[in-house]
Structures are given as structure tokens and as C-alpha cells.
């Protein structure tokens, strides 16, 4: 179990990363600062929070909507840990030769 969140975890940090000011954001002197703080708190929370936005001031709908299309994208840590529990079970199903 451990092992599939350390894969996880790897393959949301670098699509996390390889998206634009997520990682690599400008400081107030404009100079580019790598942090890995934004993959621990907006990673994590954001799109929590989105959907909770979404359904309370937007519908229920809309708010089901956006948590298909993040359940599907690998750049946080709920579609990764999907992707890769989904991608293990597939692997184990296999027949053996």
C-alpha cells in the first residue's frame, strides 16, 4: 500500500510541477524561487475546495462535473492515487504465463 502511494505521489509531483507557477513561482524582487510548498497545500486542498465552491454557490451538478474531470487529471494527488490503484489492479488481473 505504501508503495502505491509513493508512485502516486511521484507521478503527482511531477505533473504538479510541470505545470505553469506551481512549483516555480516569482517572488517580490521577480526572481524565480523553486518551492515545493504549493504541492503540499493548494495540491492537496484546492480542488477540495473548488468542489465545495462549486456546490454551494454554483449547483450540484457543475460540482460533480469538476470532480470527474480531477478524478481523471494525474496533476493532483486524487487522480494519481486513482490512476495508479486502477493501473494495479489491471496489472494483477493479468494472466501469468
Known sequence: ???KFIIAFGIYSYFFCSMANTCY???SEGIKVFSL???????LWGPLKSFYLLAVYN???????????????LN???????????????????PSS
Do not use: C, E, H, W
Not at 37 to 43: E, I, Q, W, Y
Not at 59 to 73: G, I, K
Not at 82 to 94: A, E, G, M, R, W
Open 59 to 73: 449547483s450540484l451538478y457543475s460540482s460533480l462535473v469538476y470532480m470527474t474531470n480531477t478524478l481523471l487529471s
Open 76 to 94: 493532483n494527488l486524487y487522480g494519481a492515487s486513482l490512476f495508479v490503484f486502477y493501473l494495479d489492479k489491471v496489472i494483477t488481473q493479468l
Open 37 to 43: 510548498l504549493p504541492l503540499f497545500t493548494v495540491g
Open 25 to 27: 513561482r516569482v517572488n
Open 1 to 3: 500500500m505504501i508503495n
